[in-house]
């Protein structure tokens, strides 16, 4: 399960609120923070990935 600032993060960068490679990269790892397990990671980089346009 994905948390909820991975989610928000990603409809942040879909949405154009964060721009710039660098803040992209500096909001997602900030967002992986709290994950605990290598499934729930898995799951968070390939949102974030898809996320971005």
Do not use: F, H, Y
Not at 8 to 31: E, F, M, V, W, Y
């Amino acid at each position: 399960m994905v948390s909820t600032a991975v989610k928000k993060t990603a409809d942040d960068i879909k949405k154009l609120r964060i721009q710039g490679a660098r803040n992209i990269a500096l909001a997602a790892l900030s967002s992986l923070e709290g994950v605990r397990s290598k499934k729930e990671l898995e799951e968070s980089i390939a949102l974030l990935s898809k996320s971005r346009p």
